[in-house]
């Protein structure tokens, strides 16, 4: 036995003694060293081929250039695209992770159709012939029915291509029912609309303006073309011109501005009237301008002789500093320091429309606030607002109608945008859920067509949104992602995403020069999807009689390319049209309103005549029941549109603002201490339509008794990056119809807030 | 080999942020993120284990409203020179994974390097290095942004930002394509100055008098991060807000007025 | 006591033959059988020959070029080949197989490359074979006279080639292209006169062939 042991153990140290001699422990070593550093489940990027791509970014209505950066067939980065006339070069967050929509976890396939309930995420996939027969059948049915009005349709943008096919369908199929989603881009058109008689949206040429005074728009935040005005922000840095920020809130704007102006949230337009007062009284305003080319500034008498205040009396009589001031909490003498300077100033620039503009706002606000563009005569010249002429290039003969379409065509909208109520407003998408629920229009809503918009997550009152939802049977939704509304449909009919698209892309919001851009494919479709002008194409040519007739295109492209005419070369080659020397109209030719003038006042303000414009607007709640205000606060870093946050977007949500799921309120610490509140404590957040379960952030950023959570959060559909994550704003809040457009001009509602 | 490549004088790339104009979007973090295959994870709150090279602090001045102020800083890695390169994090790596090249003056880090002891973590006094703490994980698909030109981490490295350096070498492929000895100032520059859509970053190279770096360095408001630390960092910051530029280093409320820092 | 002796006397022989037996076992196991288990072969899709391709075109850079990038093309891809390869030109059998599986497929060739780098490293071939003036065979020896693909050889453990890795298990090293590990690239720039510009080791900076 012992030999045996000894001869073993001899075996095992001759073993280890050749062992060591051999190459095996060393290239074992570090072959294991070097399998720890590449796992071989850790992704090796393929290189290849470089290859950029131009294109514009439809992710926002900002209609950015960007350059994608290929590897032969895969895009790997999104840039902003040098040169380009609306962001040469700049991106913004969104733009730049643009990627992680295209090839994210959460893109529809191929089409599908709803197997389970509601909402409980059971689909089955299916053909393309299948899912346009369905959504065709489903709609002829309907149609034949007698009940065409009962179809409505929301489409995310209001110009181009696109949304124009969806608007053709609803008139071919016979539904009053085509909404668009609303912004500040609504009340401004409205506004050029009153004060200039056009059709037109703005154009701000804020790079050359001098003097900004911004009425709580988030200008570096998110506001117009977002990218365009992080340059001219930039530009009033380099050359020393002023930025004042009129807000309740220290929002990033409010920071970088020169001045910051902590206003009573919802008094803007005191402010702005004010301001006006001091303008007037001091004779300080554009005295060619408003002689010669407005009216209704002094008083005015109408055609059969009846005297009406002018703008001057209307403000005089009521908007002194002083009075002003107790409204707006601003001191009067910076009222008046502030009215002289913007005066005083070259190129004086007023804006609106709070945040990123997503909330329509106000009437009264955008025409107070562009009445003082007016007095220093910041139309149409270098630094000021700009009439653009809405896009105008979509110019197809009108369907023909059968008997069907003319009877539903007469019939009332669901959204009561129609009428006398709201003479100048197309659709009210925020007035969508309350005519469903109420029945106000007389028939019921029994389809529903979504695209490019996200409805159930972006209007507010979510709850009134999903129940009006819950009463429509059937919904179609073109999202390419599975998105809020996409997960609540019965049929899905993914859409390409932008970058695997054609589409035009019409006028950048607040772009001072006409510009089309048009989208192309970057790389090739990645799934089954189809571009969303095809598909309806299909539904109506499926559908056949005049419906079918009135898509005479063979396809989505060729309608394209038709509507584009001689600019098509163009778009194809450059991706963009611009109209490089293109100046306003002349003060003489720029107003078309009846007088022909710029007009102060309208017959628009008459709505308003009767309620009390020196307050603060009216939002939803009682202040017995509920003594804070909560307002939203747009972030960069937080999409809050229908496309939620990106993976990359989600990692630089601030420490501030979100804590695993909780979101925080900010409050003032004032505020904090009466309600027994501390940084971080969990609380309960309640307001008349909602309540949710926040953490109380103390904020020397907002006064007392104002309480702010930020927009984009709370998705509850969409990738794990971003859903169940916080509260959706919208969820908490109600929209209240403005007096003259209808429109949604909910600033805020009254809220309160205990420990959980 | 010959011997004739590439004898030009050296370079030391810096940066120089301008807070004035930085608007806090965010839209620098994205693209490096974007640009340098960055994993991210379903909860990136716990902010000391978000992986973000670039990353935008908010600065607030701590009075009352409406008096309080807010500033927002990007840092990305100030790639330090200490002396003579011996930077905060080079002179600890006892694992030779982070140096500092005297021609380019950019401290680099290599993954398959490191074995994730963490002394660079705890000697940077910029917090600009981060820890894999797990693989990451890109979801189905994902993996087709994935940049060739950066590698992939792995769990239990350390990374950081790094100029982006690839675009350097990438720029460089040209440069020699077409026989030219230098680098134009704009053939390389970061993502994130690209991406600044506020302008307020510019990149290059700090030795050359006629890049655009070289003289704002010198801007009256400038300053940089922990001057008086002696880290000799290569990351500028132009504000005009007092305040600002004192938390720049962290000056107590009754100290005096911000030191001259070297150029 | 003595017997005890014995036992030691007779085991002596024993654990010297152990011993030998152990050494030798396991240096079989290390040189032979270990080299054999820690690298796998794979054949290339099919069999290409660079001669009759030099033949016709005269240079490497006719398909191994440089982009107007100044990146280096690498492995040519298919639409560079489709020029020639429409159609069989009935040569050998390998074209047919790649007319017929990837020409009319439009189907990638996935050639195993055997001087493929991990995705650690960097190399610039224009800095090199532009600014070094470098010759192509220099690093990748005489490929550019085989008439058949020799197999694909890789290391189980790390997927790498064989060729980066060494091909001798002694690690001697005859032709730059027997082994290309970071030593060599070092020792090469080292003695080439790159800029040896690290303040850590004063050696080259890891940002030169890093990534």
Known sequence: MNIARRSFLAFLIGGAAGTALSPLPWKLTDDLSIWTQTWPWTPVPPDGEYSYVNSVCTLCPGGCGITVRKVDNRAVKIEGMAGHPVNDGGICILGASGLQLLYGPRRVKAPMRRVGERGEGKWETISWDEAIAAAAEKLEGIRSAGNPQGVACMVGDRYGTVPSLFERFMTAYGSPNFMSDAAIEDSYRITLNL??????????????????????????????????????????????????????????????????????????????????????????????????????????????????????????????????????????????????????????????????????????????????????????RPGGVWAIDVPDYVTWPKPGLDEAARAGLEKPRVDGADGGAYPYTESIIS?????????????????????????????????????????????????????????????????????????????????????????????????????????????????????????????????????????????????????????????????????????FFTGAYRHGENKDLMSQMKIEGEAADFPLILIPYDSMRLASGPVADTPFMAKTIEEDVLIHDDVYVQVNPATAASLNLREGKVAELTTPVGKARVRVHLSEGIGEGVIAL??????????????????????????????????????????????? | MKKAQEHTAP???????????????????????????????????????????????????????????????????????????????????????????????????????????????????????????????????????????????????????????????????????????????????????????????????????????????????????????????????????????????????????????AH | MSTVKAKDDGAGGFIILFFILGFVASMILGWIVFPKLLYSQKEQPFNFDHAIHMDMVGACESCHFFRDDGTFSGIPKLAQCIDCHQDVQGFTKDEEIFVNEYVRNYREVPWLIYSEQPDCVYFSHSAHVLSGGMECKTCHGPIAETETSRPYEYNRITGYSRDIWGKSMLGLKKNPWDRMKMDDCAECHRENGVKQNSAQTHKGACFVCHK
């Open chain 1, 195 to 380: 004060m200039h008689g056009k059709n037109a949206i703005p154009g701000f040429d804020a790079g050359n303006a001098d003097f900004v005074v911004s009425f709580g728009s988030g200008v570096i935040e998110g506001w117009g073309s977002p990218v365009r005005m992080f340059l001219a922000h930039g530009k009033w840095k380099d050359e020393n011109k002023t930025l004042v920020q009129v807000e309740p809130r220290l929002s990033n704007t409010a920071a970088k501005a020169d001045k910051w102006v902590a206003v009573q949230p919802g008094t803007e337009a005191v402010l702005a009237l004010s301001m006006a007062y001091v303008i007037i009284k001091e004779n300080l305003y554009d005295k060619s301008f408003v002689a010669e080319n407005a009216a209704a500034f002094e008083d005015w008498r109408d055609d059969e002789g009846k005297t009406y205040p002018g703008f001057k009396t209307f403000v005089l009589n009521g908007f002194s500093p002083a009075d002003a001031s107790k409204v707006t909490g601003v001191d009067p003498s910076l009222i008046v320091s502030l009215a002289r300077s913007f005066a005083g100033a070259e190129k004086p620039l007023a804006l609106c429309g709070r945040g990123k503009g997503n909330t329509p706002g106000s009437l009264h606000e955008f025409m107070a606030v562009h009445a003082l563009n007016g007095l220093v005569g910041a139309i149409n």
């Open chain 1, 431 to 599: 007035g969508f859920a309350d005519g469903v629920n109420s029945g106000s229009a007389g028939y019921g809503v029994e389809a529903l067509l979504v695209s490019g918009a996200n409805p159930l997550y972006t209007l507010r009152d979510a709850q009134a949104v999903r129940k009006a939802f819950d009463s429509i049977g059937f919904v179609v939704s073109f999202s390419s992602y599975m998105d809020e509304t996409a997960a609540q449909a019965d049929l899905i009919l993914p859409n390409h995403t932008y970058l695997e698209r054609r589409q035009d892309v019409p006028a950048p919001f607040g772009l001072n020069m006409p510009v089309i851009g048009m989208s192309r494919p970057v790389v090739p479709p990645q799934f089954d999807t189809r571009q969303v002008g095809d598909s309806l194409m299909g539904i109506a040519r499926k559908m056949g009689g005049s419906v079918g007739d009135a898509f005479g295109w063979e396809s989505y492209e060729a309608c394209l390319k038709e509507t584009m005419g001689a600019a098509w070369e163009t778009l194809e080659k450059d991706g963009i049209l611009v109209k490089a020397d293109y100046a306003p109209e002349g003060w003489g030719e720029a107003f078309n309103t009846p007088s022909k003038k710029f007009q």
């Open chain 1, 710 to 756: 930020p927009t984009g959060l709370g998705h509850w559909a969409n990738s794990k990056y971003i859903a169940g994550k916080g509260v959706n704003v919208n969820r908490l809040m109600s929209p209240v119809a403005d007096p003259v457009s209808g429109l949604d001009a909910a600033w805020g509602i009254r809220a309160k807030l205990a420990r959980a």
């Open chain 2, 11 to 261: 370079k030391k790339y810096g940066m120089v942020i301008d807070l004035d104009k930085c608007t806090g979007c965010g839209a620098c973090m994205a693209a490096c993120m974007a640009e340098n295959n960055v994993p991210f994870r379903e909860d990136e709150t716990d902010k000391n284990l978000s992986i973000t090279w670039l990353r935008v602090y908010k600065l607030t001045n701590g009075k009352k409203f409406p008096n309080a102020d807010v500033c927002y800083l990007p840092r990305p890695c100030m790639h330090c020179e200490g002396h003579h390169g011996h930077s905060p994090c080079v002179s600890v790596c006892p694992a030779t994974a982070t140096d500092y090249s005297y021609d380019t003056g950019i401290v680099s880090q290599i993954y398959t390097r490191c074995f994730g002891c963490r002394y660079c973590m705890a000697a940077c006094p910029y917090h600009v290095r981060y820890f894999n703490w797990w693989d990451p994980v890109w979801p189905e698909g994902m993996e087709k942004m994935l940049s060739p030109n950066v590698s992939v981490r792995t769990r239990g490295v350390v990374e950081k930002c790094s100029f982006c350096f690839h675009r350097y070498q990438i720029a460089m492929e040209k440069v020699r394509y077409e026989g030219r000895a230098e680098l134009a100032e704009d053939e390389y520059q970061t993502a994130c100055t690209q991406a600044c859509p506020a302008n307020a970053i510019t990149f290059g190279d700090l030795n050359n008098h006629d890049h655009a770096v070289y003289k704002l360095k010198t801007h009256p408001d400038a300053f940089r991060l922990l001057e008086r630390l002696g880290t000799n960092p290569k990351v500028y910051y132009i504000s005009s807000r007092e305040w600002v530029r004192r938390q720049g280093d962290n000056y107590l409320e009754n100290e005096g007025k911000v030191v001259a820092k």
